[in-house]
């Protein structure tokens, strides 16, 4: 967004009005009673967390501890605010980076998972995309089991979300479809503050004149392709994170829900001996290190630490790959080959367009001052106003060369972005459906140690192609007739012209991410030797212990992936509540 650079060093002078509860939520390991005693440990208190320690505590009888390793989320204005998108502090993340990467050339990237109450939805670019519903009824063909398909999950996105106006109220009607939108939901969903703009009305007219990417009016609706409007977890011009939505200061009220931050959890244990896989006990050490407190729960230990926390916490354990815990000298109490294994993100290539527009900076004082007066202005809004969704052309090459990884023929291969800064048109070109896998790995027996994070991008020949072919979609749809005044040319990079090993290079040098890992702790069906959890997400060949959090998806969804996890949250709270 032009001209909020100057925001970044007004963080610190804003005060948000915000009142703590104090209820039962703990500061450090140090305010943690000897003699508490949980029916559930939740740890990971990001999406899947807040939510399964949320709607499990709604049960009077259940008493549930949700470990958080990060601070707390109220009164973080970069947090709060949906313009400070780019300017949240870096101590609020993990600040991981991977290993040097074959694919890009040996460059390693800094990759942002949130270490904060709401973990990476607290600081995330709160886009709300469900997906296709191909990419729903594929994950229930892979774990056996149809409660994970889009038919019967799509209840439980109801169930999750409210859609509320945007903020300051305007009339949306046309932008998006109620029928498939939740209304009473603890999620807040919004469409943007501004719009629509004259650049945003240019794509539709676009949509409207030409064939390849149409309108489409509800993109969350399981049929994502197409030009869309945005829409995001914000409520009342503010972030809604999950620990806003699911964490607020009704559920810290309850008196059988306790939050414990600044605190990492380490290793999961036997509950009596390494024999014994009953393993209901989590090993706790304050944030940073420091003595270990072991606390054990007596239902269940509830993973939900992330793609990369799950199964980091689990290698510690001795729970993964023998041959590889045997490397790092840690004791295997239970082989389970597919832990940390099979990691898939979505890669994003930046593009860009001269054009004929005109920069509109925003005014960084009035847009604070507007945001703190009633929540509305530039500040209300983070990634843009619309998103394309598309496929690979039938005809390429590219589909006869390979099989084609979407999860069904309406799941999008693409997903471009649309923005103007006045003279140049740019946006990023994101592969949805890579064939290229990585992995989480521990590098010591210290569990302590960051993990080693390889995200395998590009290290499958397809995904370089297909990020050609998202590049060729983009280029089209910019020449449609509705750009003829507007957009001058394409300024690249350009796979048409640019020699392979130009534009290759200049892939691996640009290419980023959006932080979308998935796949580490991937659902399986019962009995299947492959994956880590069965479709009750329980850790296959123990007792006591699931995962609920993104790593047991199993591919990366034709979308941001909140809402996925969302929904596997949802879902998987009904399904502990009929076991217990």
Same mark, same amino acid.
């Given at each position: 967004?032009?001209?909020?650079?100057?925001?970044?060093?007004?963080?610190?002078?804003? @005060? &948000?009005?915000?009142?703590?509860?104090?209820?039962?939520?703990?500061?450090?390991?140090?305010?943690?009673?000897?003699?508490?005693?949980?029916?559930?440990?939740?740890?990971?208190?990001? %999406?899947?967390?807040? %939510?399964?320690?949320?709607?499990?505590?709604?049960?009077?009888?259940?008493? %549930?501890?949700?470990?958080?390793?990060?601070?707390?989320?109220?009164?973080?204005?970069?947090?709060?605010?949906?313009?400070?998108?780019?300017?949240?502090?870096?101590?609020?993340?993990?600040?991981?980076?991977?290993?040097?990467?074959?694919?890009?050339?040996?460059?390693?990237?800094?990759?942002?998972?949130?270490?904060?109450?709401?973990?990476?939805?607290?600081?995330?670019?709160?886009?709300?995309?469900?997906?296709?519903?191909?990419?729903?009824?594929?994950?229930?063909?892979?774990?056996?089991?149809?409660?994970?398909?889009?038919?019967?999950?799509?209840?439980?996105?109801?169930?999750?979300?409210?859609? %509320?106006?945007?903020?300051?109220? /305007?009339?949306?009607?046309?932008?998006?479809?109620?029928?498939?939108?939740?209304?009473?939901?603890?999620?807040?969903?919004?469409?943007?503050? *501004?719009?629509?703009?004259?650049?945003?009305?240019?794509?539709?007219?676009?949509?409207?004149?030409?064939?390849?990417?149409?309108?489409?009016?509800?993109?969350?609706?399981?049929?994502?392709?197409?030009?869309?409007?945005?829409?995001?977890?914000?409520?009342?011009?503010?972030?809604?994170?999950?620990?806003?939505?699911?964490?607020?200061?009704?559920?810290?009220?309850?008196?059988?829900?306790? &939050?414990?931050?600044?605190?990492?959890?380490? /290793?999961?244990?036997?509950?009596?001996?390494?024999?014994?896989?009953?393993?209901?006990?989590?090993?706790?050490?304050?944030?940073?290190? !420091?003595?270990?407190?072991?606390?054990?729960?007596?239902?269940?230990?509830?993973?939900?630490?992330?793609?990369?926390?799950?199964?980091?916490?689990?290698?510690?354990?001795?729970?993964?790959?023998?041959?590889?815990?045997?490397?790092?000298?840690?004791?295997?109490?239970?082989?389970?080959?597919? @832990?940390?294994?099979?990691?898939?993100?979505?890669?994003?290539?930046?593009?860009?367009?001269?054009?004929?527009?005109?920069?509109?900076?925003?005014?960084? +004082? +009035?847009?604070?001052?507007?945001?703190?007066?009633?929540?509305?202005?530039?500040?209300?809004?983070?990634?843009?106003?619309? &998103?394309?969704? *598309?496929?690979?052309?039938?005809?390429?090459?590219?589909?006869?060369?390979?099989?084609?990884?979407?999860?069904?023929?309406?799941?999008?291969?693409?997903?471009?972005?649309?923005?103007?800064?006045?003279?140049? @048109?740019?946006?990023?070109?994101?592969?949805?459906?890579?064939?290229?896998?990585?992995?989480?790995?521990?590098?010591?027996?210290?569990?302590?140690?960051?993990?080693?994070?390889?995200?395998?991008?590009?290290?499958?020949?397809?995904?370089?192609?297909? &990020?050609?072919?998202?590049?060729?979609? *983009?280029?089209?749809?910019?020449?449609?007739?509705?750009?003829?005044?507007?957009?001058?040319?394409?300024?690249?990079?350009?796979?048409?012209?640019?020699?392979?090993?130009?534009?290759?290079?200049?892939?691996?040098?640009?290419?980023?991410?959006?932080?979308?890992?998935?796949?580490?702790?991937?659902?399986?069906?019962?009995?299947?030797?492959?994956?880590?959890?069965?479709?009750?997400?329980?850790?296959? !060949?123990?007792?006591?212990?699931?995962?609920?959090?993104?790593?047991?998806?199993?591919?990366?969804?034709?979308?941001?992936?909140?809402?996925?996890?969302?929904?596997? +949250?949802?879902?998987?709270?009904?399904?502990?509540?009929?076991?217990?």
């Amino acid at each position: 967004m032009p001209g909020l650079t100057r925001l970044a060093s007004l963080v610190s002078l804003i @005060v &948000i009005g915000a009142s703590i509860t104090n209820g039962k939520v703990l500061s450090d390991l140090t305010e943690l009673s000897a003699q508490a005693s949980f029916d559930f440990i939740v740890v990971g208190g990001g %999406v899947g967390g807040s %939510v399964v320690a949320s709607r499990l505590s709604e049960n009077p009888r259940h008493n %549930v501890l949700l470990v958080e390793a990060g601070p707390e989320n109220q009164g973080v204005t970069e947090i709060a605010v949906p313009g400070f998108f780019f300017f949240i502090n870096g101590t609020y993340s993990w600040g991981h980076t991977s290993t040097p990467q074959v694919g890009l050339g040996g460059r390693s990237m800094p990759y942002t998972q949130g270490r904060v109450l709401g973990g990476s939805s607290s600081l995330n670019g709160m886009m709300y995309t469900r997906g296709s519903s191909d990419d729903y009824d594929l994950w229930g063909k892979v774990s056996g089991d149809s409660r994970w398909s889009w038919k019967n999950l799509f209840p439980y996105f109801l169930k999750n979300e409210q859609l %509320v106006p945007p903020p300051g109220g /305007r009339n949306a009607t046309g932008q998006y479809d109620p029928r498939y939108h939740g209304r009473n939901g603890p999620l807040h969903v919004s469409l943007p503050w *501004a719009g629509p703009t004259d650049f945003d009305l240019l794509a539709v007219k676009n949509a409207e004149a030409q064939d390849e990417i149409k309108f489409n009016q509800e993109p969350n609706s399981g049929k994502n392709a197409g030009l869309s409007y945005v829409q995001s977890t914000i409520g009342n011009g503010e972030r809604w994170s999950a620990a806003v939505g699911f964490l607020g200061e009704k559920a810290r009220e309850r008196p059988n829900l306790t &939050i414990l931050l600044n605190t990492q959890t380490t /290793r999961v244990l036997p509950s009596n001996n390494a024999r014994n896989l009953d393993i209901r006990t989590v090993e706790l050490v304050p944030l940073g290190g !420091g003595n270990a407190t072991i606390v054990a729960a007596k239902k269940e230990v509830i993973l939900s630490a992330g793609a990369f926390g799950s199964p980091t916490i689990l290698l510690n354990s001795g729970i993964g790959p023998k041959k590889e815990l045997n490397k790092v000298k840690v004791k295997t109490i239970h082989d389970l080959p597919d @832990v940390g294994k099979g990691l898939s993100d979505h890669l994003i290539f930046p593009v860009a367009w001269s054009a004929n527009g005109v920069a509109q900076p925003v005014d960084t +004082a +009035a847009a604070l001052e507007q945001w703190q007066t009633n929540r509305t202005g530039p500040l209300s809004e983070a990634v843009g106003h619309q &998103i394309i969704f *598309a496929r690979i052309p039938k005809e390429a090459q590219l589909l006869k060369d390979y099989r084609d990884p979407a999860s069904g023929p309406n799941a999008p291969h693409f997903e471009i972005t649309l923005a103007s800064q006045g003279p140049q @048109v740019g946006g990023y070109v994101v592969l949805l459906t890579p064939r290229s896998r990585g992995s989480v790995k521990i590098r010591s027996n210290n569990p302590l140690d960051r993990p080693l994070i390889d995200l395998g991008y590009l290290t499958d020949p397809f995904d370089t192609l297909a &990020i050609k072919e998202g590049v060729r979609v *983009a280029k089209r749809w910019y020449q449609g007739p509705a750009y003829e005044d507007y957009v001058t040319g394409f300024l690249g990079p350009d796979p048409d012209t640019l020699a392979d090993k130009e534009f290759v290079e200049l892939l691996q040098q640009t290419a980023g991410t959006f932080w979308h890992p998935v796949g580490t702790n991937s659902i399986s069906a019962k009995g299947s030797k492959k994956g880590v959890v069965d479709s009750d997400l329980k850790v296959k !060949g123990v007792k006591g212990l699931r995962i609920v959090d993104a790593s047991v998806i199993p591919y990366v969804p034709t979308a941001h992936t909140q809402a996925a996890t969302y929904v596997l +949250a949802e879902r998987a709270a009904d399904i502990i509540k009929e076991d217990w």
